[in-house]
């Protein structure tokens, strides 16, 4: 019997698309899967009614540890490893990050090496306490190529990420937490409802701001003071011409639950 490649599976709960590694015990990393990622986030762009994704896996065993090494010599060989595989993989993990909707993964059980750095591509991490995340690439001689370098860094400092990349250690559900480098730690299977509730949290908050904060966070901090002033005035000024600004303001002076509506086209919907 061949042994299945895995695949990523949808479900919609409400305004919120779960999105859920189905490739047991382990949730290893192959092509099947992230083509399906691929399509999936696709699908996420177009749809208007998707206002919040999480990300979670399979089993209780693990997230998703990253690749099977067993491959690695084979694609090697072919001259694929990187110009193939890995490449393909950051422009994928890159348009999740850049996805126009806010993303919660939930993980139990282990998240390493391009596990984790799939979940860094989220704008929040979940994990059970008995989860344990890691980027133990060093030991195979090599970095995290995914994204790991720069995503993980940006959550939780350089001091840190040289700690986590050059010892290659694993740390556990309380230090990620102590790092920065997850935002919630649930009891042990209760990752997933608790990103869920998360998410149907941000959902209700309005998309264009949320895509727009995003990117003066993760783009600000590496601009001179006076370039992020200008873009923070420029992402409000573009903010204000929309219907949800003066449906926050209605809805503030009314007393009233505010009802946002905007769907914005990001980065996400374009490939490149």
């Not at 990393?29 to 979670?56: M, P, Q, Y």
């Amino acid at each position: 019997m061949t042994p299945s490649l895995g695949t990523v599976r949808i479900e919609l709960d409400g305004e919120v698309a779960i999105l859920t590694l189905d490739h047991p015990p382990l949730n290893t990393i192959t092509k099947e899967i992230i083509v399906a990622l691929d399509e999936h986030i696709d699908r996420i762009g177009r749809g208007a009614s998707i206002r919040a994704v999480v990300v979670t896996a399979a089993g209780e065993r693990a997230f998703c540890v990253g690749s099977d090494i067993r491959a690695f010599e084979e694609l090697t060989r072919a001259g694929q490893l990187v110009s193939g595989k890995l490449r393909h993989e950051n422009d994928v993990f890159s348009r999740l990050a850049r996805l126009p909707r806010p993303t919660v993964a939930a993980i139990e059980g282990y998240a390493l090496g391009g596990g984790l750095e799939l979940a860094a591509c989220c704008d929040f991490i979940v994990c059970g306490e008995g989860a344990r995340l890691g980027l133990p690439e060093i030991r195979l001689a090599a970095l995290p190529a995914i994204g790991g370098t720069f995503r993980v860094t940006h959550r939780i400092g350089v001091a840190r990420a040289k700690e986590l990349m050059l010892l290659g250690e694993p740390v556990d559900a309380a230090t990620a937490l102590s790092w920065g480098l997850v935002n919630r730690v649930a009891a042990t299977g209760q990752a997933l409802r608790t990103a869920l509730d998360l998410a149907r949290k941000l959902a209700r908050n309005p998309l264009e701001c949320h895509v727009l904060c995003r990117e003066a966070i993760d783009s600000g901090s590496g601009l001179p003071e006076r370039q992020a002033i200008e873009q923070s005035l420029a992402f409000s000024a573009k903010l204000a011409q929309g219907s949800d600004f003066r449906e926050g303001a209605r809805a503030f002076l009314a007393k009233q639950q505010p009802v946002f509506v905007d769907v914005p086209k990001g980065p996400a919907d374009q490939r490149g």
